[in-house]
């Protein structure tokens, strides 16, 4: 039993942890799956168990919403489903081919970066001060010491493959949010998984036809570690951790992840850690406090404070590792 004062602590670094991990585990698998196919895989898998949980609690209780029953809940699933899942893991599981867990993870760490882009363009009422356009422009430099543009190659295809990922999501999480619907984020998620696997089984049929696969150990188990591990374990704790202790801090666990993923694909997979991947990340994150600032600052205080409550006024972007929630 998790010590209450601890509980938090433990449940973040346990996400931190899994999802880390799980870029360890894509780059196992890939070495057996093609890259789009091992994706669609991964839905395949994690949609169905979580669809069968949604379906399961919509039966046992008449006021859940287990399925999209109206116009716009179609829409989100469809955009969600078909960009969130679909093109955007598409480009993951293709780009982390040529790159490290570690620098895989960190150029997806620019998602909480880019979001207000888009934000800024597509949403009213959205500005931006002196301050946080120069959070942006320091994490994009960021990614530009990670590349390592004296070093061209492979793995530069790789991260320009997880930059359009991370702007693809971005994209789509803003344009979801403008979308105002009833349907339960569970729901939401099992039914944008079922569209992804679709989108993504599809996508790998037109670019390869139907290859045939080699299920290995190491792959099938790669494989049910990224669907109920990664993909629905990791998404419980994530939204019980989104309860207790709310939007900004549970969002700073995609800087952790970054963390996991270098040092478990150094350890388990002999991957070497690079003084650009390091340098590039600590530029990442030093452009998204100060993109991040006064809400950082904010949660500061109320850390300081003797009862802590989740904000209820206003919106807060949180983009987690498979997906983007909005609160307020």
Known sequence: MIPSRYRNSILFALLAVIWGSSFVAIK???????????AAFRYDVAGAALLTVVVG??????????????RTDWTLVGIGGTFMFGAYLA?????????????????????PVVTPLFALALLPNERFNALEVVGVLLALVGVVVVADPTSLGGSTVGIALLLVAALVFAFASVVTQRLRTTLPALTQQAWMMVVGALVLHATSAAIR????????????VSLVYLAFVASIGGYVIYFDLLERVGANEVNLVN???PVA???????????SITDATVSGFLVIVAGFVLLKWATLKRGVIAAQRPSRRVPQGGSETVVVSGNVYYRG
């Open 28 to 38: 196992a698998g890939l070495h057996a799956f093609p890259p789009v196919l091992f």
């Open 57 to 70: 609690l919509g039966l046992r209780n008449d006021d859940f919403q287990w399925r999209p029953t109206t």
């Open 91 to 111: 480009l993951l599981f293709t780009g982390q081919q040529y790159v490290t867990s570690g620098v895989g993870a960190v150029i997806l760490s620019l998602k």
């Open 209 to 220: 036809g139907w290859p045939s696969v080699s299920f290995t150990r190491p792959a099938l």
């Open 255 to 257: 800087y952790v992840v």
């Open 261 to 271: 993923a270098t040092l478990f694909g150094w350890a388990l997979l002999g991957e």
